[in-house]
């Protein structure tokens, strides 16, 4: 069964665009949504939690900008800009907040390429 | 540094053969899990291990706390067992969810 559905699931982004990705919670018993990014050289770093909707945070990191928005207990969204190196975003969600005893679970992935 | 390490980077088998794939950390311990990723596939939760030895099917996840390690066994690899292994441990320091750089299986038909 599919915990999230995220889109798109794949973008090319010319130099200078920002893009916009979407996560939708399929089953609300997980509502600690999160943002995570893989490099190239495919290591996974969190970026963001996010639990009620309102709730945004921004975040710079070597090769992309990042804004982070919980706009309902359902959907979660992430704008990024000014990147200059592809990754690929992966939203996930989980029962209790990171770091608590609880599993995580993992969209499908928004892989970015930059044009 | 690196609070997660795992070894080896990279493993290539032979189909049957067993792996023993590591992960060592250097932070206090809330939770551990295991997860396999496809190449060009999202991340599968294979084990949430915080401690002791859980098992499914081939595989078995070990949890030493105290020696600050977790460890998978695949026991008769498979060419599909081929993929990225990450562990990823969360900080009870610091409420985050930290991964390691991961392990590069290949099995050889």
Not at chain 1, 11 to 29: D, E, M, T
Not at chain 2, 29 to 39: I, T
Request: hydrophobic share 30%; net charge positive.
């Amino acid at each position: 069964v599919t915990l999230l559905e995220q889109n798109p699931r794949w973008r090319l982004v010319p130099r200078g665009q920002a893009v916009n990705l979407r996560c939708i919670l399929k089953n609300s018993q997980y509502p600690w949504m999160s943002w995570y990014q893989q490099d190239l050289q495919k290591q996974l770093q969190w970026l963001f939690t996010l639990r009620s909707p309102g709730d945004k945070e921004v975040k710079s990191l070597p090769g992309a900008d990042y804004l982070a928005t919980r706009v309902t207990d359902t959907e979660l969204r992430l704008q990024v800009a000014n990147m200059s190196q592809g990754r690929t975003l992966y939203c996930t969600c989980s029962a209790e907040r990171q770091g608590a005893s609880e599993r995580l679970f993992f969209g499908h992935g928004t892989k970015l390429s930059v044009l | 540094g690196q609070q997660v390490q795992q070894s080896p980077a990279s493993l290539v088998l032979q189909e049957g053969e067993n792996a023993e794939l590591q992960c060592n950390f250097s932070t206090s311990l809330n939770s551990m899990q295991w997860f396999y990723q496809r190449p060009g596939g999202s991340l599968v939760s294979l084990f949430y291990n915080p401690s002791g030895t859980k098992h499914s099917g081939r595989l078995t996840s070990t949890t030493v706390i105290k020696e600050r390690r977790s460890s998978l066994h695949i026991s008769s690899s498979q060419t599909t067992d081929s993929g990225t292994y990450l562990c990823a441990l969360a900080s009870s320091n610091t409420n985050k969810v930290v991964f390691g750089t991961g392990t590069r299986l290949q099995v050889l038909p």
